[in-house]
């Protein structure tokens, strides 16, 4: 199929986790013999065409997220050049051109949901929605009805019950041949530039030294003060353990601050920004994977755990065990005893325990790491999403 993936709101390339997916859905099913041609936004500069990863990348001047819908003009141009057989596009607030474009040049279209379409009573876009007499309520049920169907990891994220038999569910994955362990040992972890050895001048992979980590976005909701204080807390009475936080966003600088404080900077290491290709490095080094989500302080996880989280799914291909929270939609896809350790959300003193659990159990950390690579390699893959948009996109077509 000739495929136009519409991604508005990103920019490419990118480590972040929308560009990340919208990355690794390129290329899969450009390995899968499609046609594709993918398209983002640019910031600045002149619109720019070039190939990457084996997909067309189209990259257009956008002046502001708000107006994302105003650029149906130029999606329209895009259409017309490429000839596409079926149209996807990413959900957001202030985008659909695409879909809108393709309804009227009867096109099937998919629409890619993987947040919740409306934002709860009470969240900063209800209120301007309200304010704006419900204009993006409007557009986002347009942008539903114009799809020929919608893909999500939750259902529940789209609002609109007349709708949901579009509706398919497919979650997010990993990729399983960048995530893997056995690969990195045989080609590349010998050499040292590749493997991050040092951060900041302080070692990561000492002898002797067991390496617990959170990998992800420093928000609230991704659990960053609470491992930050579980890290602490066992770092009170354990030498032999390492605390390793990889990525960057708002809590970042508050974070390394309260390492400071606490004279832990050599214990509790912060590496900031990571390039994307180099995260298997640090997670080879690493024993234990946490994703201690907080979902309490996210006003839009009330419809549900709608994330199919990349950290989780990343930790499991590079057969790392998990600590996450006991919530429905991640105790599906981190089994407690299976591939992991699950304890109550907010229950920091059961965080602790299950951190510790398997940095004293090398035998049991293993069992759960080896089964959580061969659960993700066969549920919860970018070449498994792939084969099931492709399957959709298919029916939608015939």
């Given at each position: ?116 379409m409306l934002d709860p009573r009470g969240s900063k876009k209800y209120v301007a929605d309200k304010l704006m007499l419900g204009w993006m309520t409007r ?248 084969e099931s948009l492709e399957r959709v996109m298919q029916e939608i077509k015939d």
């Open positions: 199929m000739n495929i136009l993936y519409v991604a508005l709101k990103e920019s490419l390339p990118g480590s972040h986790g929308g560009a990340v997916h919208v990355t690794e859905v390129a290329q899969q099913l450009a390995r899968r013999g499609h046609d594709m041609t993918v398209v983002v936004q640019q910031k600045a500069g002149q619109s720019t065409r070039e190939k990457m990863g084996g997909f067309d990348l189209i990259r257009v001047r956008a002046r502001s997220n708000f107006l994302l819908w105003q650029l149906e003009p130029r999606i329209r141009q895009v259409i017309a050049e490429t000839k596409p057989d079926v149209v996807m596009e990413r959900y957001y607030n202030f985008s659909g051109a695409a879909l809108r474009v393709a309804q009227r040049a009867h096109i099937p279209s998919l629409l890619e949901v993987n947040a919740p557009r986002a049920r347009e942008q539903a009805a114009f799809a020929k169907r919608i893909v999500t990891p939750l259902a529940a994220t789209v609002p609109f019950p007349e709708l949901r038999g579009k509706v398919r569910e497919i979650p997010w994955g990993a990729n399983v041949e960048l995530f893997d362990r056995a690969r990195l040992s045989e080609k590349e972890m010998g050499d040292r530039r590749l493997v991050p050895s040092i951060v900041e001048g302080v070692q990561i992979n000492p002898s002797g030294k067991r390496v617990v980590v959170f990998l992800g976005s420093f928000r609230p909701w991704h659990g960053v003060r609470e491992f930050v204080h579980v890290a602490q807390e066992i770092l009170k009475t354990r030498a032999d353990i390492l605390f390793l936080m990889i990525g960057s966003g708002e809590l970042l600088e508050e974070t390394r601050e309260n390492v400071a404080r606490a004279n832990l900077r050599e214990k509790i290491i912060l590496t900031g920004a990571v390039d994307y290709a180099r995260v298997p490095y640090y997670l080879a080094v690493s024993d234990v994977g946490v994703a201690p989500f907080n979902t309490q302080v996210h006003p839009p996880l009330r419809v549900g755990f709608y994330w199919s989280p990349l950290k989780v799914h990343e930790y499991m291909a590079m057969g790392l065990p998990v600590v996450t929270i006991d919530v429905a939609g991640l105790n599906t896809i981190v089994r407690e005893g299976q591939e992991g350790l699950l304890y109550p959300e907010n229950d920091l003193e059961k965080m602790r325990a299950a951190i510790l659990k398997l940095v004293d159990d090398a035998a049991l950390a293993k069992r759960l790491g080896d089964a959580g690579r061969a659960r993700v390699v066969e549920h919860f893959s970018w070449q498994k999403h792939a």
